[in-house]
């Protein structure tokens, strides 16, 4: 609301509000030649250029006796309002500081005064009807064509009939300005057009990794690797685990996976007479790689069937030492390969000899090879960056973010791995150790990736509180209703990696709760929409912008 300075007597007061003003012009202390200054200026002007000084009567503020004070009080009503509109007796702000006591003391006055105007129009125009017939009759009815009497008679009645025109077109402007005014502030602005629900355009900003777009389950029980190891009184970790490789073992890594099973069979090997020794001696020797026709393959299977129990590493040497050599010949390599292999079952068999007659053996050949081969193999699996998870009670296992695995590869890329007297054994997916079942690989769904991303308050842009108004014309002057445009409000949201960012509708709370660099849940990003700028709502038909 404007403020206003007054100079009155020579002295300057105020400021004072609009209200206060017309108060003091209703009091008639005022009068339209007292010079004010709004706010802000400097120039002294007449108080008649910013209030009406329509009517010169006094409104007595004082309280009538007879009238109760609620009565005196009161609005001026819709019909006061129109015919003060009318007669001019006050404009859209003056009349807002009227009760409606004075207003109908301004209105009866006018009318008095209005109803003896229009008496003397009617006595003029008498008059003035008796003047033309005589002179009607004076000059004859040759002068009825001009009709000078009629035209004269229009002349003065209509004064009469353009107050009440005026009148009823006011009355028409007032009606409209009114419903203008409760349709506008019955308008419901709509929420901004062009966003889109936030799951689906930030799943579409994923872009999975295939070394980890899998989940892998399965379930691996080791019952048959307890039931050995309890018949020698052997303590086994019972905390088990699964890991999955992030590629399969390179070769030499496999080797000592494998020599480690082996070593292991053999300590969990049960006791051995002389029937046993036979037996597997022979299932050694009908296992020999041949070279047909070749003398140093035919000079080797003679030697092995002279072999005795205490020849065994013997026999070990010789057969590595032909392999060493049979390698080296293009032409006999491949037997060379299978030689390799074959010296080293010797050589398991020459430890299930020496366990046997050395209880002590067995210990001390577990604890030599975690302290060799065994240890490598520990540091690899711990260096390589494998996903691992324990196993549950029922054995079963469940990794996310792996690269798809099938049956076929599972040997290459899955070891159960626990502890026996504290030294660490890997043991491949499929080892006669464990009972493997359901080993399954299934594709996680975009919603997975979606609910780990992260993202952070960048910007917080606002759109909206325009100022908005909807004009007409009443009694020749142009009213106007005002209204704001809503608020929107939007976190402006980027993940770390992100040059560009997204732009999320929320509302005033939540737009509070987050400032820039905070982290927004996904839980609250996925319940809004996304723009591609600041929106706001669109302007109704009967609003325009207030320039």
Known sequence: MRQFALFINDQVRGPHSETEIAEMIARG??????????????????????????????????????????????????????????????????????????????????????????????????????????????????????????????????????????ARNLDREVAQFAKLKETVEGLVFARPAGGALAGPVLSARIKPDPARSFRITGHANLAPLAERVGKWKISLDPGVKAIVLPSPMPQAIADKVTAQSAVLETVLSPMLDQAGFE??????????????????????????????????????????????????????????????????????????????????????????????????????????????IPLGNDGGFTLEEVAKLDEAAASRQILVVTRIN????????????????????????????????????????????????????????????????????FLSLAREKDSDSVLLLVDERTFESYKVGQEVPMSVILKGEVFMRPAESAIPPILSPVQ
């Not at 009972?435 to 606002?462: A, G, N, Q």
């Open 279 to 388: 037996t597997l001696r022979n299932e050694l020797l009908r296992s020999l790689p041949e070279l047909p026709g070749n003398p140093d393959s035919d000079k080797l299977r003679n030697d092995l069937r002279q072999i005795r129990v205490n020849e065994l590493e013997t026999a070990a040497k010789r057969v590595e030492f032909r392999a060493a050599q049979a390698s080296a010949n293009p032409a006999t390599k491949a037997w060379g390969v299978e030689l390799k292999a074959y010296g080293e079952r010797i050589r398991e068999l020459h430890d299930r000899v020496r366990i046997n007659v050395d209880p002590e053996a067995r210990r001390r050949m577990w604890s030599d090879f975690n302290a060799g081969p065994g240890a490598e193999l520990a540091a690899w699996a711990l260096a390589v960056g494998g996903k691992e």
């Open 422 to 489: 504290g030294d660490p054994v890997h043991l491949p997916w499929g080892s006669p150790f464990m009972i493997h079942r359901e080993l399954r690989s299934e594709p996680l769904t975009v919603e997975h990736f979606l609910l780990r991303e992260r993202y952070k308050v960048v910007d917080k842009p606002v759109s909206g509180d325009r100022r908005l108004a909807a004009k007409l014309r009443v009694g020749g002057r142009e009213l106007s209703i005002e209204r704001r445009s809503p608020r929107w409000h």
């Open 29 to 166: 202390e005022l009068t339209a030649d007292t010079l004010c200054a709004p706010a802000g200026s400097t120039e002294w002007e007449p108080l008649s250029n910013h209030f009406s000084f329509g009517s010169k009567l006094k409104v007595n503020r004082a309280r009538k006796e007879e009238a109760s004070e609620a009565e005196e009080r009161a609005d001026v009503d819709v019909d006061q309002r129109r015919r003060l509109l009318v007669y001019g007796l006050a404009d859209s702000v003056s009349i807002d500081q009227l009760d409606r006591a004075q207003a109908q003391a301004m209105i009866d006055d006018h009318e008095r005064k209005l109803r003896a105007r229009i008496a003397r129009h009617r006595w003029a125009g008498l008059a003035g009807l008796i003047g033309g017939l005589a002179l009607g009759a004076y000059f004859g009815l040759r002068t009825w064509a001009d009709r000078p009497f009629v035209a004269a008679a229009d002349a003065i009645l209509k004064p009469e009939e353009k107050p009440l025109n005026q």
